[in-house]
Structures are given as C-alpha cells and as structure tokens.
C-alpha cells in the first residue's frame, strides 16, 4: 500500500487523504546476455503486465510499479507503453492499469 502523498497528482484524484492506494510492484527482470536482443526481455514484461492484470481480480491495485535499474530504465521507457517516472523517484516507474490496453 502506497501513501497517497507519493504517488503522481492524477493518481490521487477521488481517494480519501487518509488511505493508501494499491499497487503491483514488479520485481526486476533480467535476461541473460547471450538471450539479449531476442524479444526475451519483452516477453517477460508483457506476460508480467498480463500476470499483474489477472490479480487485479483478487486484488486491490491501481497500478503497476517497476523499480528500474539506472542502466535499464531507457530499455523500459522505449517500451510504448506508457511508463513514467514517479514524482521524485526516477528509476521508480508506474503504469495506472486503466491504461493498459486489453487485447480483445
């Protein structure tokens, strides 16, 4: 549960200042060298994402949140999917989950 008062501004909107908000942290990923510039590593962040949506049903979670490593946060912003910074927190990432577009 994270405090209200750290996460981005439109996140806020409409929860009480008293309570949290629930997120889905995602742990790092990594693929091995000589597996690199296969699609491994975006596979692994689609099916994480997919993973993440699948426990929004048992779970209360607003969005998702990854916690970069410097060298691999340019890697996740070339992604396009809507990643973005948390205010004051840089290699921390966030994606709102109503964001996510769902394949039909």
């Known amino acids: 549960m994270l405090e209200l008062t750290n996460i981005p501004v439109p996140m806020r909107h409409g929860r009480p200042s008293r309570l949290g908000v629930g997120a889905t942290l995602l742990g790092k990923l990594a693929v091995d060298e000589q ?18 949506l699948e426990a929004r049903k048992n779970v209360s979670s607003v969005m998702l949140i990854i916690d970069s490593k410097p060298e691999a946060f340019e890697w996740y912003m070339k992604q396009g999917i809507g990643l973005e910074s948390m205010p004051g927190e840089r290699y921390r990432l966030y994606l709102p989950f109503n964001q996510i577009p769902i394949e039909q």
Do not use: K, Y
């Open 35 to 52: 597996f690199q510039r296969r699609q491994v590593g975006e596979f692994l962040l689609s099916n994480a994402i997919s993973m993440a």
